[in-house]
């Protein structure tokens, strides 16, 4: 099984801690990688096949800009370990970043379903369903809090989610049902 981490910090870059706590994670195996951080109304994405110091090595996750940042060590359970495989997940806007540990068992009617309403799906993931549900409450009008909950009312399976918005840059909305998290609060920030 892979691993999810997330931080909203008070200040210096949550990108630099995330792949540190990833490096953590790593003994429970993985395939792939990545880390996504928010800055400035924007949102930022690294991710690839392969070891975390491979990877960083080539795409340096330490330079990342933002607060707040999320990270995933990916096994794979649906669609090949492959960067577009690969974790974080994005919604079609580019604004929303989604990490998921878990399986969504019916992620092939939500997919039917979002491709109708004109989503655009990038992965072969079960996971990126999850992103695009969550893309719709906010095009709606609500919170992030508020499409996650709605979002996961969706889901049927495993998940621990964490779900960061450009919209929302000082905040990762959390959810989990079987798969196991753990939030942290410290004078410098929050975890989970
Ligand atoms: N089911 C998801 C995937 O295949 C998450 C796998 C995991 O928990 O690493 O991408």
């Not at 998921?100 to 309403?117: C, M, P, Q, S, T």
Request: charged residues 25%; aromatic residues 6%; hydrophobic residues 40%.
């Amino acid at each position: 099984m892979c691993g999810i981490v997330g931080c909203v910090l008070k200040d210096g870059l949550a990108a630099p801690l995330t792949h540190q706590a990833l490096k953590r994670l790593e003994y429970r195996g993985y395939d792939s990688c990545g880390i996504a951080t928010i800055s400035n109304g924007k949102l930022y994405l690294k991710k690839d096949v392969g070891k975390i110091d491979e990877i960083h090595r080539r795409l340096n996750f330490d330079d990342m800009p933002g607060l707040t940042a999320i990270g995933h060590n990916r096994w794979a359970t649906h669609g090949a370990p492959s960067k577009e495989n690969a974790h974080p997940h994005l919604d079609c806007k580019g604004l929303i970043a989604l990490v998921h540990n878990g399986v969504i068992e019916n992620f092939a009617e939500l997919k039917a379903e979002l491709e109708d309403r004109g989503h655009r799906y990038i992965s072969r993931t079960d996971t990126e369903a999850i992103v695009h549900l969550v893309e719709e409450g906010l095009a709606g009008g609500e919170s992030l809090y508020e499409a996650v909950l709605k979002a996961v009312r969706r889901l049927k399976g495993s998940y621990a989610l964490a779900i960061i918005s450009a919209q929302e840059p000082e905040r990762i909305i959390c959810a989990r049902n079987e798969s196991p998290l753990v939030i942290g609060v410290s004078e410098q920030g929050i975890y989970c």
